[in-house]
């Protein structure tokens, strides 16, 4: 036989154990040798919507969606003796089923899932770093199996603990330098600590999720637990639901149940990876996320029309990268921003880089004439130069390599206004004038930096994701009360042409999204969308506090569109 043919009966070989086995254990439910219990959520609740009523292999598995909370688990589940009857014996031929297969030994099938297991924790090596994590002393993987993914680790000279039931599977791992024990309270006993936590494949297999709250004893503040589960919205939801799998995650119900365990994530996505440390258990519980219920049942039913589910930005930038730079523009010992903090006041003309402030270089022109300050998000600053407009500043926000091409047309006396994470060569290039800087976010890490570097202060301005209401926020802090708001568009009229001719790099990804405003059909994007929401609750928040005289948008604007200029009076309310 070819050998493509044989790869060919291998695979029909391995659907057809496959099936078999499904039938076999579909069977011991049906007869009750595997008996079946109640399985109440996590939360507590009492509400159910059964949304499926076989897995991926066929097996009868009635999967429910809790209505107070969105987390979706098998309900009623196996015991746990008819668990761990089929984890000894049909678990891994069941999704492993070259172990029936038969063309290769039990033990060549063994070592090459231990090499898989390696690949996987060189890639979480990898991921450590990204996120500034460091390498830890002491590593540990809850349900190790053979030990693969801490290989890495050792070879790096960590010293490595795994929990691990399956005996054969930990004799394998202990003759390769791993320490394994049966269980967390083990561990606990033996006092110890580590750096970093592996829950790699695990938290859906737990049938009691508050178990999860019980690595905190293992862990110290400093410490972080890497966790990873296939998420709803990354693995379509017939393939996901499994025997094995007790619960299924989003990032916001996965948010949510590691909150309630103590845990504070530094990241988290979609596929549900994510990294947390330890601060504790919190009292009183905090709000179910009962909102997802509607986005995770639509996403099982595979809707096509649906209401888009409140995604969380995950940073384009590795830790790593921001810190860098950050740590290059503090041994520069860049003045912070509160030096200038409430320095100016009365009008400025802010630029972003919508097409219709194309039409307004003019305006823009007479208001810089008549004195008003401008001030240019730092892809708009080329496009000043070619309309002989002077910036008095000009602000950055990211690190993208494209910011580059904002800084090549430079003039002299602009005063600069960088977010610390601004890569270093820009810094270098607007050495010689005026440059202040600040932060994006609250970040404890951040301020050690500063405070390691010299600073006594660190001023923090957020602008969400956009540089156009970053902006915004920077004329506040500056003192400037009266806004003149040019190409924040938001909207376009044709998807040629986006941004404003000749602005330099690229900004977020333009994925049409049309939304009716008073039966006025307008072309926008999520996250326009999303920055307009942002300015109107940011201007609305500086009139109530006093600090916003008038505010006008130019051009052809969303913000417009949304909002008749009226402030909404709160006391007349
Ligand atoms: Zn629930």
Not at 142 to 147: D, Y
Not at 288 to 291: C, F, G, N, R, T
């Given at each position: 036989m070819e050998r493509s043919e044989l790869v060919a009966e291998w695979a029909r070989g391995k659907r057809e154990a496959s099936a078999a086995l499904a039938l076999q254990i579909a069977g011991k439910i049906k007869s009750g040798e595997y008996a079946v219990e109640d399985a109440p959520c996590f939360c507590g609740g009492a509400r159910d919507r059964e949304v499926a009523l076989h897995e991926r292999y066929g097996i009868p598995a009635r999967i429910v969606l809790c209505?107070?909370?969105a987390l979706l688990r098998i309900n009623p589940r196996l015991t746990a003796a008819a668990y761990q009857s089929f984890y000894n014996n049909e678990y891994r031929s069941l999704n492993f089923p070259h172990y029936l297969s038969g063309v290769a030994s039990a033990e060549e099938e063994r070592q090459a899932l231990f090499d898989r297991q390696i690949k996987k924790g060189e890639r979480l090596v990898a991921k450590i770093a990204e996120q500034a994590i460091a390498m830890p002393k002491v590593a540990l993987d809850?349900?190790?199996?053979?030990?693969g993914n801490l290989e890495p680790f050792r070879r790096l000279g960590s010293e490595v603990w795994g929990i691990e039931i399956d005996s054969d599977a930990a004799a394998f791992a202990e003759a390769r330098g791993v320490n394994v024990v049966g269980s967390i309270d083990e561990l606990i006993e033996r006092g110890v600590k580590a750096d970093l936590v592996i829950m790699q494949d695990v938290i859906e297999h737990f049938t009691d999720l508050r178990e999860v709250a019980k690595l905190g004893a293992v862990m110290t503040p400093e410490s972080y637990l890497y966790v990873f589960t296939p998420g709803l919205f990354r693995v379509r939801a017939a393939a996901l639901f499994q025997l094995a799998h007790t619960y299924y995650f989003v990032a916001n119900t996965l948010h949510w149940v590691m909150a309630e365990c103590g845990f504070n994530a530094t990241y988290i996505d979609e596929e549900c990876e994510s990294f947390w440390q330890y601060e504790g258990k919190r009292a009183p519980r905090s709000a179910?996320?009962?909102?997802w219920v509607e986005y995770v049942a639509d996403e099982i039913e595979g809707k096509d029309e649906r209401k888009m589910p409140p995604f969380g930005g995950v940073c384009k930038f590795t830790k790593k990268e921001l810190y860098d730079n950050m740590q290059k523009n503090f041994a520069r010992q860049i003045p912070d921003l509160y030096a200038i903090t409430q320095s100016r006041t009365g009008p400025v003309a802010i630029l972003a880089g919508g097409p219709s402030v194309d039409e307004q270089a003019g305006e823009i022109k007479r208001l810089a004439d008549s004195g008003v300050p401008v001030m240019a998000i730092a892809r708009m600053y080329p496009w000043c130069a070619m309309h002989g407009i002077k910036p008095e500043y000009v602000v950055s926000l990211d690190c993208m390599d494209e910011q580059e091409k904002g800084f090549v047309l430079l003039q002299p006396g602009v005063t600069y206004l960088l977010a610390a994470v601004t890569r270093p060569a820009i810094v270098e290039r607007v050495k010689r004038e005026k440059i202040y800087i600040f932060d994006s976010r609250d970040d404890v890490y951040v301020q050690k930096l500063r405070r390691e570097a010299g600073y006594t202060v660190c001023s923090v301005v957020n602008g969400g994701g956009s540089v156009a209401v970053l902006s915004i926020s920077l004329a506040f802090n500056l003192g400037f009360r009266e806004l003149h708001v040019f190409g924040m568009d938001l909207m376009t009229r044709s998807l040629e042409q986006t941004h404003a001719t000749g602005i330099a790099g690229e900004s977020v990804e333009v994925r049409p999204l049309p939304v009716t405003i008073k039966g006025e059909d307008i072309q926008t994007t999520g996250p326009w969308l999303e920055f307009a929401r942002q300015t109107l609750d940011l201007l609305s928040a500086a009139h109530n506090d006093g600090i916003l005289d008038s505010v006008k948008f130019y051009g052809e604007s969303l913000i417009n569109k949304m909002w008749d200029g009226k402030f909404y009076d709160e006391d007349a309310a």
């Open positions: 209505e107070e909370c809850v349900g190790c199996h053979l030990g179910k996320p009962a909102e």
